[in-house]
């Protein structure tokens, strides 16, 4: 039976370009090679299981609306489950290169979109090397999917032939607790859901009547509230500039893995620092290390701020396994510009902790699901419009804390890479498995050919951390920034009384009274309003901003 393809996952199926294929990609490794037969048995019974993968895509004949996902009659595993050597000496840069060549190649679109390479004559082992369609899932429940093929035990027997109905599969609950960043996301998603298709019924009516906004922000309270503060402020935020992260992307890539990580040491450094968590962590070594290779680059860092975006999954605890995608997007902008590890540390830790209670999640999976419902043209427009503000894409996911074993072979390392778009070349990932962390990036070949160098730079920056937390030299004294804004706010005002004291009158309320006469008071200083319409004021700016960003995505 046909199942009409959701708009999100639309959504990412229509983004797909040869600069930026939206395919998830992610590799198992393992000391010993793997029986291919238990192999073939394994994803047979467990992933092939999963109706989605025995689906293909299929245009409706009118050309016009939303695919269906229609079970390929022609389904045959061998078509996705392929076995290649490495070529001597069958190191780590082989496979390297050998997994960039197969991230490039896009997948057959009148097949199931997904592949498995087993990838034998590596160092004596081999790896597993997973690609999945964005359209699919999203990197959340992919990789539960993928996890929910691996056993607790070493000599678990061998999968049974695949039923007819999917298996509920094991829970691996406490193996894996997906730690979403923002804990708020969670509760909003029916809210967002709403919102979402609340905008798209209103984006016309936006667009030839901007009024209509104030009009909407009535109606629904904080909400539109909130959606008019955060559109404002994308419409306001700056593009970051191009750089080896971003900019003209060409088709090939490039790939690079850290050795994995002693988790112990750097709940070390975070315990130096009260309430940092490990995500701060890692995220404040990745930005040391993005400063050290901008630097290698001579490219200017001293005043430099650059934007990642991060998936937040926003799926009920419990739902996993539910393909398809549930996640919002979040920007987080990365103090490239500090040169104290400590100090770098600590404005991490304070932004990450301002988008905990920010309104950001909510509004960002609305906009997705507003994306999801226009034609293609328009949604890659959008996209290239939110998605250029930033120069990567920064995802964490804490995986199993205890070992799994696939087809009767321990899993020695995990990592996974999620696609980027737009001019974005750079894609982070932090994975941590059986008490290891391991640090993947995927970059553009033009723009940065050695991603390696930045790993390298994460290594230093990471051991410089570790040793002056040892050196019991860390000062875990409050932040306290510099308030540039009060100081030109003070300024400002000090401007203003020098001109009174001159015989000069600052401008008067730009605002009208409710009867439409202009407003006599006089302006506050650094503002076209008085003290009585500054609300007024600050609510049409944002209002005018939303109806131009709308505009700009329906030209």
Sequence with gaps: MAERMSNADNFWLSMDQPTNLMVITGFMEFKKPLDFNRLYATIDSRLASFPRFQRKIVQPKSGIGVPNWEADQHFDLRSHLQRIALPEPGDKTELQAMIANLAVAPLDIHKPLWQVHLIENYAGGCVLF?????????????????????????????????????????????????????????KTFHSAEKLGRKAIKELEKVVTDPAHLKHLGKQYSCIPT???SVLSK???????????????????????????????????????ISTATLNDVLIATVTGAMRRYLKSRNTRVNELDLRVTVPVNIRKPGTEFELGNKFSLVFLPLPVHLKDPILRLKEVKRRMDQLKTSPDPLINFALLSV???????????????????????????????????????????????????????LGISIFS??????????????LMPDPEILLEGFEEEFNS???????????????????????????????????????????????LTKNGHPCKNRALAGSDYCSVHRQQGAEETQLKDVAKIMRELTR
Excluded at 175 to 185: E, G, V
Excluded at 434 to 445: F, I, L, P, R, W
């Design 130 to 186: 997973f690609r999945i369609h964005h359209c699919i899932t999203d990197g959340i429940a992919g990789i539960y999917v993928l996890l929910s093929m691996a056993d607790q035990e070493p000599d678990a027997p061998w999968p049974k032939n695949r039923p007819e109905k999917k298996p509920k599969p094991f829970s691996l609950g406490r193996l894996l607790p997906i730690d979403a960043i923002i804990d708020t996301a969670t």
């Design 226 to 228: 909130d959606f008019a």
């Design 234 to 272: 994308y419409m306001i935020m700056s593009t970051d500039p191009n750089s080896a992260f971003k900019g003209k992307l060409g088709v090939r890539k490039r790939v690079a893995w850290t050795e994995p990580m002693s988790l112990d040491k750097i709940k070390t450094v975070g315990r130096a």
């Design 371 to 425: 994306m999801g419902y226009l034609p293609p043209v328009l949604a890659k427009r959008a996209s290239a419009f939110f998605g250029n503000k930033a120069s990567g894409v920064l995802t964490n996911v804490p995986g199993p804390r205890q070992p799994l074993y696939l087809a009767g072979q321990k899993i020695e390392n995990f990592m996974f890479w999620v696609p980027r778009s737009g001019k974005i070349g």
């Design 433 to 446: 498995y059986d008490g290891k962390v391991t640090v993947g990036v995927a970059s553009d070949e033009g």
């Design 465 to 511: 951390l570790l040793s002056l937390v040892q050196s019991g030299k860390v000062d875990d004294e409050p932040l306290v920034l510099h308030d540039r804004y009060k100081e030109a706010r003070l300024a400002a005002e000090t401007e203003t009384m020098t001109e009174i004291g001159a015989g000069m009158h600052p401008s008067s309320c730009q605002a």
